[in-house]
Structures are given as structure tokens and as C-alpha cells.
């Protein structure tokens, strides 16, 4: 069974940063891909990044390019998304997913697993 397990969310101010990771287990073959995406209430769940396992070629949304940064531990089956400059439009839940595709990683449609998600709230 698959299990995505997240961690690191939590309350900071304005300008601070948080890391967040999210281990995958429970498969004898890795999945391809995996992503972050974000949700805040009354609103659809929004991409933030993604990478590949493989490769490690990773894409961002434009309103995190340049403050979010996404790796993977592959020994590990880790993924981290570090979190910068956060602003308080960063607030949201956080969800960690992983997909046995390399397109539309930018939709959650793509993603077949879920974590069950970790709070960000940032303070202005």
C-alpha cells in the first residue's frame, strides 16, 4: 500500500522559511514523479512543483519560482520542498503526491497517491 507521509508545516512570519518532506513507501517500484500542491478553503487544489525521480528535472508554479526549491533523496525516497520569502499568500495545506506519469505533472489529476497534508500558515 502506497504511503506518503508529510512533515515540517507549521506557523512562521512573514520573510521566514520552512522545509517540508514527504516520504514515499509502501511500493516495490518508485513512482515517477512527485509534487506539492497547495489548498486553501473554497478553492481548488493549486500545483506548486514537481520532480522526477529519474532525472530530477523539476518545474515550479510563478508564484513560488524563485523563493520554492523541490529535491529528492533517492536512497531515502524523500522529497523536500524548501520554502522561502514565504508570504501570506503562501498559506494553504500542503499536499505531497506521486504519479506514475511524466506529463500534466502540473495537474492533480496526475497524481494517483496523496498524502493526507500538513498546514502552512504564514503570519504578515
Known amino acids: 500500500q502506497v504511503q506518503l507521509v508529510e512533515s515540517g508545516g507549521g506557523l512562521v512570519q512573514a520573510g521566514a522559511s520552512l522545509r517540508l518532506s514527504c516520504a514515499d513507501s509502501g511500493r516495490t517500484v518508485r513512482s515517477n514523479a512527485m509534487g506539492w500542491f497547495r489548498q486553501t478553503p473554497g478553492k481548488e487544489r493549486e500545483f506548486v512543483a514537481f520532480?522526477?525521480?529519474?532525472?530530477?528535472?523539476?518545474h515550479y508554479s510563478d508564484s513560488v519560482k524563485g523563493r520554492f526549491a523541490i529535491s529528492r533523496d533517492n536512497a531515502k525516497n524523500t522529497v523536500s520542498l524548501q520554502m522561502n520569502s514565504l508570504k501570506s499568500e503562501d498559506t494553504a495545506v500542503y499536499y505531497c503526491?506521486?504519479?506514475?506519469?511524466?506529463?500534466?505533472?502540473?495537474?492533480?489529476?496526475?497524481?494517483?497517491?496523496w498524502g493526507q497534508g500538513t498546514q502552512v500558515t504564514v503570519s504578515s
Open positions: 503526491a506521486a504519479s506514475d506519469r511524466l506529463t500534466a505533472l502540473t495537474t492533480a489529476a496526475a497524481y494517483a497517491y
Open positions: 520532480i522526477t525521480w529519474a532525472s530530477g528535472g523539476t
